[in-house]
């Protein structure tokens, strides 16, 4: 009989041995499913900093010469502007969060659609309600 995931780790962590068709099935996921794990840990405790919304703004803006002064675009916005400075490094924050939130959405899919149904469902279930929670 093939048990699903939450079951094999279930017999698995209770010291039980697992027969070679559900063995190997465990050791196929598993390490799927502790990057995924990993991943979302991750995305929990990612902070976007200004020096990287800085760095951001820095590359899509060239640098501004004003009587023989260099000037960065995101100083002159932080300057000149904090209210935007602030809104726009909300939106790439947002959009930051939801790149990284995407991939692992994308990996949780890939594991989904690698194995049977039965065998996945529940880690699934759990892994998206993890990354649900964290995003």
Request: charge should be negative.
């Amino acid at each position: 009989m093939v048990m699903d995931y939450n079951e094999m780790v279930e017999f698995v962590e209770g010291a039980g041995a697992l027969s070679d068709d559900n063995q190997e099935i465990y050791d196929e996921i598993n390490p799927m499913v502790e990057e995924i794990r990993e991943d979302i840990e991750e995305l929990k405790n990612w902070e976007f900093s200004e020096d990287e919304y800085d760095e951001f703004l820095d590359d899509l803006y060239p640098e501004y010469d004003i009587g023989g002064m260099k000037f960065y675009a995101s100083n002159i916005l932080k300057k000149c502007d904090p209210i935007a400075y602030n809104i726009g490094f909300g939106e790439e924050e947002d959009y930051q969060r939801e790149q990284r939130a995407d991939e692992i959405a994308s990996k949780i899919d890939e594991l989904e659609n690698c194995f049977d149904e039965e065998i996945v469902s529940g880690v699934v279930f759990d892994l998206r309600k993890e990354l649900n929670e964290a995003w």
